[in-house]
């Protein structure tokens, strides 16, 4: 039974990190169009999310958790708008370094991955369930 109890916390540990992986991709898409205000000024920059392993000690098991939550460094893309109040003096502004159909990936990707915690945690929960039910009896 402390297994299934185990599972349900890597589960657990799992929605949250892909919660937060949710929460990035949100954010970048938010500001796919967020430009710099004056000429020169960098644009938003797109956020990437990092993993690790971590063991718990109290528990034994080994925990997903979010390394970091750091800026792409990829470049910016250039559009020629010499109206825009960030124009360069060659007429360009810098664009945000977020790519729509990267985002909506990776979005779909941790809803799979947080679907997929879910079941085992539903899963489980049933498993105990069901061997509470056994031992009554």
């Known amino acids: 039974m402390m297994d ?3 599972s349900i916390l890597i589960s657990a540990a799992g929605m949250r990190a892909q919660g937060t992986r949710m929460r990035v991709v949100a954010e970048n898409l938010a500001n796919v169009n967020s430009t710099g205000s004056a000429p020169g000024e960098d644009p938003y ?3 990437v999310v990092t ?6 000690r109290a528990t034994g098991v080994t925990k997903v958790r979010i390394d970091a939550i750091e800026n792409d460094l990829s470049d910016f893309d250039l559009k020629y708008d010499p109206s825009h109040p960030a124009a360069n ?3 360009y502004v810098k664009l945000p370094n977020v790519r729509t159909l990267v985002e909506m990936m990776d979005m ?3 809803q ?3 679907e997929a915690n879910v079941n085992v945690i ?3 929960k049933s498993m105990i369930k069901r061997t509470v039910d056994l031992l009554k009896s």
């Not at 993993?51 to 718990?56: A, I, K, N, Q, Y």
């Open 108 to 110: 779909k990707e941790a």
């Open 122 to 124: 539903e899963v489980t």
């Open 4 to 6: 299934l109890t185990k």
């Open 51 to 56: 993993f690790r392993s971590e063991l718990d």
């Open 89 to 91: 003096d060659a007429g």
């Open 45 to 47: 920059r797109r956020q």
């Open 112 to 114: 799979r991955s947080y």
